[in-house]
C-alpha cells in the first residue's frame, strides 16, 4: 500500500529541503570533481540507430508555439523525422564548451548544473520510418536503442488506467529522473530538480509538437511499477517521472503483453561511487500509485481555487498581437536558448513582458490540470526597470491580464539576496517567482500533487525561457532562498510555498556564456 493521501512526506521534504541564509552557511557542500557522474546512460551492449540530424524547419512562429496546443483528437501521426525533431529540440545536444576538466554537452533546454538527469524513452506502435518498440534516446550518438520489440503502448495504457490521450498516441515519450546525477551536487534537493529539469524539457517538447501540428498531453498519473519495469530501470537508481503521450490516432493501441519480463541490459555506473539520500526516495516512494483504481481517482480530483481578485492598484498588460509579435520559429530559438550568465541593468517594455507573461501561461495540456487552463503555481514578480511599470513587487492575474501592485520600490538588493545572493538576480528587468499553495495542492493530490507542482513551474518556466529569447532577451532559472521569498510577497503570499524563479532582462553580451 502506498500512501499517497497522506501528504506528511511531501511537507517534510520541502521543509527539509529549503534553502535559508543560514543552511548555505553550515551546510556547505565541496563537490567531489573525480567522483563526477557522466551526464548520459549508456547501454554497451546495444547498437544505437542513429536519428536523422537534419532539423526540419516547421516555420512556426515560437511565441505561437509555445502559447498554443493542437486539439487532443486532431489524427497526427509522427515519422521518423518527427520523432528525431522533437528529442533534438527538447533533450538534444545543441552546443558543446571545453573546459580545463573536459567538455560540457549543453542541451536544447535549460537543466540545473547543466548535469541531464532526465533521461527519455520512446513507446510506440509502428511510425513511418521507425518500427514498433521501446526505445532508449542517446543525446550523445543522437540515436535511439532499441529495449524491446513490438508494441508495448498497451502497457502505458494500462499503467494510466486508460488516460484517453495515452489510449490513442501513436507514440509517448517517457521521462525518467536519475537521482544521483543531479544529487551529485544538488543532495536531496534533487527531487524538485527532476521537476524542474523535466519541465523545461517539456516546454520545448509541446513548443514543437504544436508546430508539427501533433496534439501533446503530459501524464503524471499512472502506477509507478508497470512504467518501470516497462523501461526495466534500476528503481532505486532512476525512476519515471512523467509521460507525453504525442499525436493521435482513431484507433486505440493494442491491449498490453501478458508479461513484461526484465531486460537485464548492462549499463555503465555513471561514477566510481554513489552517495544515497534517502529523503528523495522517501518523497517519491510516497508518492506512488498503486493501482489503476487509484490512478483514476487521483485523476478526478477536484480543482483548486485560483488567487483572490485583486485588492491593489493594477496594471493592464499590454501584449503584442499576433501581427506585431516577433516571428522566429520555434527551431531557431530553441537552438538560440542558453541561460544568461550576466544581465545589463537595462530596462525591457512593458509589451515585451506583457507578451512574456501572456503567452507563456495560456494553459498546459497536463492530466492534473483539471479543467484545462487552470493552474498550481502563481506568478510573483519583482520589477526592477521596465518601462512604463513602476518598480516594485506584483502578483500576476492571468485571468484578468493585471498586475496587482504588492508594493513600490527599488527592490535590486533584496532581490539579489532572494536568488541565493547572486549577481543575477539583481541584475535582471524582472524576476518571475511561482508560488503554490501547497498544503491546498497536497490536500487535492496527495503527494503525487508535489511532482506536478515541481513539473509545472518547470514547463511554465521552460516557456519564459522561450518567450524571452523568441523577443530577443535573456533568461535564467535560479534557486533561492525559500522562506525568505514568501515573506518578502506577504502578507499577500502568506501560507503559500516557494516553488521555482526566472529572471529575465538584456543579457550583457550577446552570446550568452554558460555556467551553473
Ligand atoms: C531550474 C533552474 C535553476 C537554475 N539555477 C541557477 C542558478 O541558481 N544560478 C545560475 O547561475 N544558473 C542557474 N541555472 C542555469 C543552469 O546553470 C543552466 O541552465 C545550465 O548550465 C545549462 O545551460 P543553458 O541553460 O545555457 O543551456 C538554472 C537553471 C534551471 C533550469
Redesign the pocket.
Known amino acids: 500500500m502506498t500512501d499517497n493521501r497522506n501528504p506528511e512526506p511531501a511537507r517534510k521534504y520541502h521543509e527539509a529541503t529549503k534553502h535559508s541564509y543560514a543552511s548555505i552557511r553550515s551546510k556547505p557542500h565541496l563537490l567531489d570533481w573525480a567522483n563526477q557522474p557522466s551526464p548520459f546512460k549508456i547501454y554497451p551492449t546495444l547498437e544505437p540507430l542513429r536519428l536523422p540530424s537534419e532539423v526540419r524547419q516547421t516555420g512556426v512562429a515560437a511565441l505561437s508555439a509555445i502559447a498554443e496546443s493542437i486539439p487532443a483528437k486532431t489524427n497526427g501521426v509522427p515519422d521518423l523525422e518527427a520523432v528525431a525533431q522533437l528529442l533534438y529540440l527538447s533533450a538534444g545536444i545543441t552546443r558543446t564548451r571545453k573546459h580545463p576538466g573536459g567538455e560540457i554537452y ?2 536544447a533546454a ?5 548535469l541531464y538527469e532526465i533521461e527519455l524513452y520512446v513507446v510506440c506502435g509502428d511510425l513511418p520510418g521507425l518500427p514498433a518498440g521501446v526505445y532508449h534516446f542517446s543525446p550523445a550518438e543522437f540515436g535511439l536503442r532499441r529495449l524491446r520489440a513490438g508494441d508495448y503502448r498497451g502497457v502505458l495504457v494500462a499503467a494510466t488506467g486508460a488516460e484517453p490521450a495515452i489510449a490513442h498516441a501513436p507514440l509517448s515519450i517517457v521521462c525518467t529522473g536519475t537521482y544521483w546525477r543531479n544529487a551529485w551536487k544538488y543532495q536531496a534537493r534533487t527531487y524538485r ?1 527532476f521537476g ?2 523535466n519541465g ?1 524539457l517539456l516546454a520545448n517538447l509541446l513548443a514543437v509538437g504544436t508546430a508539427l501540428k501533433l496534439p501533446a498531453k503530459i501524464i503524471t498519473g499512472f502506477v509507478d511499477v508497470m512504467v518501470n519495469e516497462l523501461l526495466d530501470v534500476d528503481s532505486q537508481r532512476e525512476v519515471a517521472f512523467s509521460l507525453v503521450a504525442v499525436g493521435h490516432n482513431a484507433v486505440a493501441a493494442p491491449p498490453a503483453p501478458a508479461e513484461v519480463s526484465p531486460l537485464g541490459l548492462e549499463t555503465i555506473p555513471s561514477s566510481r561511487q554513489e552517495v544515497d539520500y534517502p529523503l528523495m526516495r522517501e518523497v517519491h516512494a510516497a508518492s506512488t500509485l498503486g493501482s489503476t483504481e487509484e490512478v483514476a481517482a487521483w485523476r478526478s480530483a477536484t480543482p483548486l481555487p485560483g488567487l483572490p481578485p485583486p485588492e491593489g492598484a493594477v496594471v493592464q498588460l499590454q501584449p503584442l498581437s499576433d501581427g506585431d509579435m516577433p516571428r522566429e520559429p520555434i527551431e531557431q530559438v530553441i537552438l538560440r ?3 544568461s ?1 550576466k544581465f545589463a541593468r537595462n530596462a525591457i517594455t512593458l509589451e515585451q513582458l506583457s507578451t512574456l507573461l501572456n503567452r507563456a501561461t495560456r494553459g498546459v495540456p497536463a492530466d492534473f490540470l483539471n479543467p484545462p487552463g487552470t493552474q498550481l503555481n502563481h506568478l510573483y514578480l519583482i520589477v526592477h526597470a521596465v518601462e512604463g511599470l513602476a518598480a516594485g513587487a506584483y502578483v500576476f492575474h492571468r485571468d484578468r491580464g493585471v498586475l496587482e501592485c504588492l508594493k513600490q520600490g527599488n527592490f535590486r538588493a533584496q532581490a539579489g539576496y532572494l ?2 545572493e ?1 549577481e ?1 538576480p539583481a541584475d535582471a528587468a524582472v524576476d518571475i517567482f511561482f508560488l503554490a499553495d501547497l498544503r491546498a495542492t497536497l490536500k487535492r493530490l496527495g503527494n503525487r500533487g508535489y511532482r506536478a507542482v515541481q513539473l509545472e513551474a ?1 514547463v511554465l ?1 521552460g516557456k519564459l525561457y522561450l518567450a524571452a529569447y523568441a523577443q530577443q532577451l535573456g533568461a ?4 533561492f532562498y525559500d522562506d525568505d521569498v514568501i515573506r518578502f510577497f506577504s502578507p499577500h503570499a502568506e501560507g503559500k510555498s516557494a516553488i ?1 524563479l526566472v529572471a529575465v532582462g538584456k543579457s550583457a553580451q550577446r552570446s ?1 556564456g ?3
Open positions: 549543453f542541451r535549460a537543466c540545473t548544473g547543466a530538480h524542474w529539469d523545461t536558448r542558453g541561460s550568465r536568488g541565493l547572486q543575477l518547470g518556466g535564467t532559472g535560479l534557486t521555482f550568452s554558460h555556467g551553473t
